[in-house]
Every structure is written in structure tokens, then in C-alpha cells.
């Protein structure tokens, strides 16, 4: 298997533009996350689906923020309009259920986003 | 709601010193257990995890991490660190069943001085 799948690896664009991050999770797992990862705040959890659901989007910043999982093979992780402060690592992780018990997250490479 | 805290935010090692990483949890019911690497410039990788029975576990490139059930507690330890691993290393915490989410630490940056 390749892997948690992201992309672009990198994205660079201008205050107010859309961006768009894709993540292609390991094929059969069930959960999926988005991560926000920055020097002053961590890693931060946004959101996470269960079964293309999402479950808990408490983490999501604002409205600016949105997540989809259209399938169980793809999800976005949107941002409208971005802002400097946006910039960031965003790292997409998935995992199965395993024997009852979820297992250990799969990272992808992450999604290094600047905002100017 | 869970949380964990990792006490050492940095911690700077010679070569072949022994290494313990703090990590306390807050929770009241079952959990299961993760240490997380961080290489530079690269994304999250499985250390070692604890689901159930002995609470030493041995994770990959020699480190290990016991849980201490009365303490709340899950340390990870090394007793001879190599520069390559320097990193940043990740507790993370799931309540057993259910939708609960993974509650990662702070994060404890770890640099080994050849």
C-alpha cells in the first residue's frame, strides 16, 4: 500500500485566494483526520470522520474552514478565504478498527501551506 | 474529556545517554497508548503502542515505554541514544471504544549531541 496520500506538498497563495487540500486515506481504513501542525500552537486536531461521517469538528478554526469525505477514498480539507495565520503543516492521518480496538493512526506527508 | 501532558518540551542528550520522555494522562476509563516520532521536515511515525496486557512495551529501534495504570502514566525510554534520534516525539491517548478522539501531547523536541 502507498501510504496516506496528500497533496499538493506544498501550496503557496496569496491572502484571501481558496485553497484546497486533498487526502487519499489507506485503502480499508475507516477513520480519517486532518492535523494542524504549527511551532506555537502543536499538532492540532480539526477534524475526524468515521465511515465518511464526520464525527468531531470541534477543532476546525472558523467557518473559513470546511472538511468533506465524499467517499471513503478521498476527502478535502478547505480553507475560504485564507489568511497569513493559516500557514501551516496540515497532515491528513487514517485508521482502522481493529478486532474492536482502532489502531494506531497512518500519517501522510503533509501539506506545508503559506499564506502571504 | 481526555488530555495529556508531556512535561519536557526540549531535552538536549549526548550520545549513548539514557533517555526517559515523560507523558501523564488524564482519563478515568480504559485507554490505549502511543508514542509517535517526528523526524525533521517528515511527518508522524508509530513508535510503539499499548493496548492490553504487559505494560512494557518494546517498540521499534530500541526504545520502550511502560505503563504505569496507578501513575497515569506512560513513559518512553532508550537507554542509549544515537544522534539519529533526534526528533520530536508525540504521547497520544484514545479512550477505548466508541468515536472518541486521539488527544495528542505537546510534543517533546529531542536533540542528541554527537
Known amino acids: 500500500d502507498a501510504g496516506v496520500i496528500q497533496s499538493p506538498r506544498h501550496e503557496v497563495t496569496e491572502m484571501g485566494q481558496e485553497v484546497t487540500l486533498r487526502c487519499k486515506p489507506i485503502?480499508?481504513?475507516?477513520?480519517l483526520f486532518w492535523y494542524r501542525q504549527t511551532m506555537m500552537r502543536g499538532l492540532e486536531l480539526l477534524i475526524y470522520?468515521?465511515?465518511?461521517?464526520?464525527?468531531?469538528d470541534s477543532g476546525m478554526p472558523e467557518d473559513r474552514f470546511s472538511a468533506k469525505m465524499p467517499n471513503a477514498s478521498f476527502s478535502t480539507l478547505k480553507i475560504q478565504p485564507s489568511e497569513p495565520r493559516d500557514s501551516a503543516v496540515y497532515f491528513c492521518?487514517?485508521?482502522?478498527?481493529?478486532?474492536?480496538?482502532?489502531?494506531?493512526?497512518?500519517f501522510g506527508p503533509g501539506t506545508r501551506l503559506t499564506v502571504l | 474529556a481526555q488530555s495529556v501532558s508531556q512535561h519536557n518540551h526540549h531535552v538536549i542528550l549526548s550520545e549513548a545517554a539514557s533517555l526517559e520522555l515523560g507523558c501523564n494522562y488524564s482519563?478515568?476509563?480504559?485507554?490505549?497508548l502511543f508514542w509517535y516520532v517526528q523526524y525533521p521536515g517528515q511527518h508522524l511515525q508509530l513508535l510503539l503502542k499499548?493496548?492490553?496486557?504487559?505494560?512494557l512495551v518494546k517498540g521499534i529501534k530500541g526504545f520502550e515505554a511502560e505503563f504505569i495504570k496507578s501513575k497515569f502514566s506512560f513513559n518512553l525510554r532508550k537507554p542509549s541514544v544515537q544522534w539519529s534520534d533526534t526528533a520530536e516525539y508525540f504521547c497520544?491517548?484514545?479512550?477505548?471504544?466508541?468515536?472518541?478522539?486521539?488527544?495528542f501531547g505537546t510534543g517533546t523536541k529531542l536533540q542528541v549531541i554527537p
Open positions: 492521518a487514517s485508521s482502522a478498527r481493529l478486532a474492536g480496538v482502532r489502531n494506531e493512526q497512518f
Open positions: 485503502s480499508g481504513h475507516d477513520y
Open positions: 470522520f468515521n465511515n465518511n461521517v464526520p464525527i468531531d
Open positions: 482519563y478515568g476509563g480504559t485507554v490505549n
Open positions: 499499548y493496548f492490553s496486557g504487559d505494560p
Open positions: 497520544a491517548v484514545i479512550p477505548s471504544g466508541g468515536y472518541q478522539k486521539v488527544t
